[in-house]
């Protein structure tokens, strides 16, 4: 059974940071992609990063683009979210998610189950 079990959440003031991670089992993920997804109150879930488990390619959503970065360890199937700069309008709650290559992020084969990131003003 495939998991994605996200940690690193919590409560920041804007300006500071916070490190996600992701730790993936269950399948080999050499041809996947994994990444991260938010999804904030009242709003439809959208992209945030990718990064290519067995390569170097990587992926921004424009609004974080410079504050972000995803990095892996692939040796472990873990995903790392690097969150710096923060704003209040990055609150939300952060999946996990891995789809196969191409594909990804359009197409999402797993998805964690979230873990909420809250950044005061």
């Known amino acids: 059974q495939v998991q994605l079990v996200e940690s690193g959440g919590g409560l920041v003031q804007a300006g500071g940071s916070l490190r996600l991670s992701c730790a993936a089992s269950?399948?080999?993920?050499?041809?996947?992609?994994m990444g991260w997804f938010r999804q904030a109150p009242g709003k439809e879930r959208e992209f945030v990063a990718f990064i290519i488990m067995s390569g170097t390619g990587t992926g921004y959503a424009d609004s974080v683009m410079g504050r972000f970065t995803i990095s892996r360890d692939g040796d472990k199937n873990t995903v790392f979210l690097q969150m710096d700069s923060l704003k209040p309008e990055d609150t939300a709650v952060y999946y996990c998610?891995?789809?196969?290559?191409?594909?990804?992020?359009?197409?999402?084969?797993?998805w964690g189950q979230g873990t909420q990131v809250t950044v005061s003003s």
């Open positions: 998610a891995a789809g196969q290559v191409p594909g990804f992020p359009t197409g999402v084969d797993y």
């Open positions: 269950g399948r080999t993920f050499r041809r996947y992609a």
